[in-house]
């Protein structure tokens, strides 16, 4: 470990959660190892976002690992057929799950960050769930963070030789507003983040999507304007 730091793998989607959560793990003094997984969703350019976000950030390392979930389809993000949910109101975006759900998709995610994990005798991994301003996915609620940590224990080497692994969800009790907030605290660059789920081919979000919509609920409540916008 370079300088006695820690390490930490760390979940980099290139949307403002992830980014925030990067700089945590950062501030905290790990020695940060980004991923990005590209997994046959509509666009690539969150993935060329991560790769900026995590060098202006000072990540140690970053790597794209490409995989392909669009086998199991039945979700908007990896089915080009399928009509994305656009301009629903705040008690449509709290309510059932919706069409942007991805199959076991932070499952298979977290599962990847912790086989690169226990390579490089990391013991924590950082993922920017968050189970509060969210469009309800069964995969960002407490339960799950606490399951999966249960399940890399078991499910290693590393865990049964005694070694604990620590599934760190920062921003997981925060609303949007103070995940702004703190991403702002620690200097992270807003507008480079992209949240959309439909972005154009430059990376300008569409502004309708519910993840556009969340966003900007947040800054609206942060007072702030978004810099991705300007």
């Known amino acids: 470990m370079s300088g006695g730091k820690r390490r930490a793998v760390v979940l980099l989607s ?12 950062l501030r905290s003094g790990f020695e940060a190892h980004a991923l990005t ?23 140690h390392e970053h790597r794209t690992v490409r995989i392909d979930l669009s086998f199991a389809s039945g979700s908007a993000l990896t089915d080009a057929t399928m009509e994305l949910p656009k301009n ?12 942007t759900y991805v199959p076991a998709r932070n499952t298979i995610f977290l599962s990847l960050a912790l086989a ?9 991994i950082f993922i920017g769930v968050n189970a509060v301003d969210y469009s309800g996915y069964p995969d960002c609620r407490p339960e799950f963070i606490a399951s999966f940590e249960h ?13 604990r692994f620590n599934l760190r969800a920062p921003l997981l009790g925060m609303t949007k507003a103070e995940i702004i907030g703190k991403a702002v605290e620690l200097g992270v660059d807003l507008a480079s983040t992209l949240s959309c789920y439909d972005p154009d081919r430059t990376g300008r979000p ?25």
Do not use: N, V
């Open 37 to 59: 997984l590209l997994y046959g969703q509509r666009h690539a350019i969150e993935a060329e976002r991560a790769a900026k976000i995590a060098a202006m950030a000072g990540a």
């Open 151 to 163: 399940l890399a224990a078991l499910a290693t080497k590393a865990g049964l030789q005694g070694a």
């Open 88 to 99: 629903r109101s705040d008690s449509q975006i709290s309510g059932a799950i919706p069409p």
């Open 206 to 230: 569409c502004g309708s999507c519910d993840s556009c919509l969340l966003r900007a609920r947040g800054f609206r409540e942060a007072g702030m304007a978004d810099p991705a916008l300007e």
């Open 116 to 124: 690169w994990a226990e390579a490089l005798e990391a013991r924590d």
């Open 14 to 25: 290139g949307g403002l959660d992830s980014a925030t959560a990067l700089a945590i793990a």
